[in-house]
Antibody
Framework: EVQLVESGGGLVQPGGSLRLSCAVS????????MIWVRQAPGKGLEWVAN????????YYVDSVEGRFTISRDNAKNSLYLQMNSLRVEDTAIYYC??????????????????WGPGTMVTVSS | AIQMTQSPSSLSASVGDRVTITCRAS??????LGWYQQKPGSVPKLLIY???NLQSGVSSRFSGSGSGTDFTLTISCLQPEDFATYYC?????????FGPGTKVEIK
């Protein structure tokens, strides 16, 4: 069974750090781009960052650039999100997401097909 | 960053209705757009990628169209399980950006 399970969320003070992990199973992790998406309480979805299959390319939303770092360990089937200098506005559920891509006539499209249940991050004093 | 807007922000509809949701990009994004459904308390579900390609296992009631800046998601015959919030997502450029969502409620 394909599974993504996040961990590492919790309560942290502004300016603090957290490291989120996502353990995957049921598929060949190294064959997929992976993404972090977050959702503040009662709000919409926000794409946070993604990472290429081999970890060689990473992209971030502007609001976390320089504070968050996405990484992966293909040998451990794990995705990570190191979050530093946390702000109140980073409070959200963080989802780990798989992207196999949708290929149509040789063109690649993002296609976020499997989502973990999420881990809650609360930034508050 | 590319800004995505959706209209309406919410709508009320009855079972059996045909529903159309619109998504607009602040610049042309070719057909690089996906649609996601999220029910309360659940994770999002991929419906459509590449503007019009139905994800495997998704009901054919759902269809997508559009290119450039204007896109639509159509639910041909609304079912009870379709009441949810729908989000578009552009994958033309980084950072990827979601629309604010459209909540489909029961009339």
């Amino acid at each position: 069974e394909v599974q993504l399970v996040e961990s590492g969320g919790g309560l942290v003070q502004p300016g603090g750090s957290l490291r989120l992990s996502c353990a995957v199973s049921g598929f060949t992790f190294s064959n997929y781009w992976m993404i972090w998406v977050r959702q503040a309480p009662g709000k919409g979805l926000e794409w946070v960052a993604n990472i290429k299959k081999d970890g060689s390319q990473k992209y971030y939303v502007d609001s976390v650039e320089g504070r968050f770092t996405i990484s992966r360990d293909n040998a451990k089937n794990s995705l990570y999100l190191q979050m530093n200098s946390l702000r109140v506005e980073d409070t959200a559920i963080y989802y780990c997401v798989r992207d196999p891509g949708g290929y149509v006539s040789g063109i690649y499209y993002d296609a976020f097909d499997i989502w973990g249940p999420g881990t809650m991050v609360t930034v508050s004093s | 960053a590319i800004q995505m807007t959706q209209s309406p922000s919410s709508l009320s509809a009855s079972v059996g209705d045909r529903v159309t949701i619109t998504c607009r990009a602040s610049q042309g994004i070719r057909n690089e757009l996906g649609w996601y459904q999220q029910k309360p308390g659940s994770v999002p579900k991929l419906l459509i990628y590449g503007a019009s390609n139905l994800q495997s296992g998704v009901s054919s009631r759902f269809s997508g169209s559009g290119s450039g800046t204007d896109f639509t998601l159509t639910i041909s015959c609304l079912q009870p399980e379709d009441f949810a919030t729908y989000y578009c997502l552009q994958d033309f450029d980084y950072p990827r950006t979601f629309g604010p969502g459209t909540k489909v409620e029961i009339k």
